[in-house]
């Protein structure tokens, strides 16, 4: 009898624990919430656009970055929270395999969108962004310009812009009443020190790098409160797959010896 009872009580038990798998789907729900809202906000700022700003640089465009993002977002956690109440351990691996890339893309788009939220967001207002901010022109130097097919130098260009450089690369100069937009014109035909009294001449890579080593403390928390959800959801969901791994090997193990009295 003693036996029979403790079978009927391994066919009761359970290995997964209701505190570990509601958690993981409360994790997921809440990033499937903030999935729904990027979505929102991408298609916002799409609709926002002009015609003519919604059809340039669509493939690099932050708002549209962060519609994709928000779209593969949902879809993931919509997975984890499925997987986690529905115990499928194809849907938790799923989740938890993506999770990390799909974080660090949100994070992405989630600092352009805030740094761009009241202007129109697209690949020149990025790339004018940075020149202003770090005070450079171009990637290595400023004649980098040349690649571009408005600013080419090339003798059969036709555009008004050839062989001058964006506004962004500018040395404004704040005594000035009038500011000069055309103030990059002409200037990669100029030498490299007669460009230096008018623009920024050296490029934005360097510049770049050095932000960077001068701001490792700030990245290094940036990076820190990316990981810590992470990990969260990475271990939940591994805890929750070793869980229905085991209960999955207790059914079988009970189903086989479902018809053995003496076990």
């Known amino acids: 009898m003693g036996g029979r009872r403790r079978g009927a009580h391994d066919e009761n038990y359970s290995f997964v624990s209701p505190v570990v798998k509601y958690l993981l789907f409360l994790f997921n729900l809440i990033f499937w919430v903030i999935s729904l809202v990027m979505v929102a906000i991408g298609v916002y700022a799409r609709m926002m656009k002009h015609a003519e700003a919604a059809l340039r640089c669509l493939s690099v465009d932050p708002a549209v970055m962060l519609l994709v993002v928000g779209v593969l977002m949902f879809i993931l956690t919509f997975c984890g929270c499925v997987g986690s109440l529905r115990e499928n351990i194809c849907l938790l691996q799923t989740f938890c395999i993506c999770l990390t890339v799909i974080f660090l893309l949100q994070l992405v788009a989630g600092v352009l969108g805030f740094v761009f939220s009241d202007k129109d967001i697209d690949l020149q207002n990025l790339i004018d962004f940075g020149q202003k901010e770090f005070g450079c022109c171009g990637g290595v130097t400023y004649s980098d310009w040349s690649q571009n097919i408005y600013f080419s130098c090339k003798p059969d260009n036709p555009s008004r812009e050839r062989c001058s450089v964006p506004f962004s690369c500018c040395v404004l100069n ?55 959800p992470q990990l969260v959801g990475i271990l939940l969901s591994q805890i929750l797959i070793s869980q229905i791994k085991d209960q999955i090997e207790l059914q079988n193990y009970n189903l086989k010896h479902s018809s053995d009295p003496w076990r």
Request: charged residues 15%; contains cysteine.
């Open 174 to 228: 704040k005594d000035e009443n009038v500011i000069n937009t055309m103030c990059g014109q002409g200037m990669q035909e100029m030498e490299y020190i007669e460009a230096g009294n008018h623009i920024h001449v050296n490029g934005c890579i360097d510049k770049l790098v050095d932000w960077i080593h001068s701001n490792l403390f700030l990245l290094g928390g940036v990076a820190l409160g990316l990981a810590i």
